[in-house]
């Protein structure tokens, strides 16, 4: 799957657009709309983006469950050799908490983390565009984008690049 971002100038555009991504096969859990003004979207149907698509939480755990668990077993080994070797069970039991905690706060940290492309558009976003984020199988790609360059030359056609992600922001899931 390829995430595709439609910068539209306005609701008639957008609306057109998830017509036309639903017309190709596109179903509404494959699309969402982020914008200032989206009411009117939702009414025809078309899917508001949520945190799950317009920040980082759902990578977030994915980072942050490992490194809790690894700190928790390290916590886990010193208490280990403070209290005496009795307590066997501290440093798996140390492992799960530093995971659970590790998810908890990653998971924290990822909702305040703005996926990229939002964080990108966020001006225009401000001035009344939408944004429509569109999950398209790779294979489709070209054709989804030759389509809407062909009926909407206005609108700007982005994706998460290599360069995306090697930048410390979110990227939506």
């Given at each position: 799957?390829?995430?595709?971002y439609?910068?539209?100038p306005?609701?008639d555009?957008?609306?057109d ?14 699309l969402?709309v ?5 009411k ?10 949520t ?5 980082d ?11 809790g ?15 005496g070797?009795s307590?066997v069970?501290?440093v ?12 908890w ?14 964080s990108?558009y ?52």
């Open positions: 799957m390829q995430r595709l439609f910068l539209a306005n609701a555009t957008t609306s657009i998830a017509d036309e991504l639903n017309q190709m096969g596109l179903t509404q859990d494959e969402h982020v914008g200032r003004n989206w009117p979207l939702e009414r025809e149907g078309v899917p508001v983006a945190v799950r698509e317009t920040t939480v759902m990578n977030a755990p994915k980072r942050g469950v490992p490194v668990a690894g700190l928790g077993a390290v916590l886990g080994v010193v208490v280990h050799y403070v209290l070797p307590l069970v501290i798996p039991a140390m492992a799960v908490f530093g995971g659970l905690f590790g998810l706060t990653s998971t924290m940290i990822g909702v305040s983390v703005k996926d990229v492309k939002v990108k966020k001006r225009e976003l401000n001035r009344g565009s939408l944004l429509m984020i569109a999950d398209v199988p790779s294979e489709r790609e070209e054709t989804v984008k030759e389509m809407v360059r062909r009926h909407h030359p206005e609108v700007v056609i982005d994706k998460i690049t290599a360069r995306d992600e090697a930048r410390p922001v979110g990227k939506g899931h």
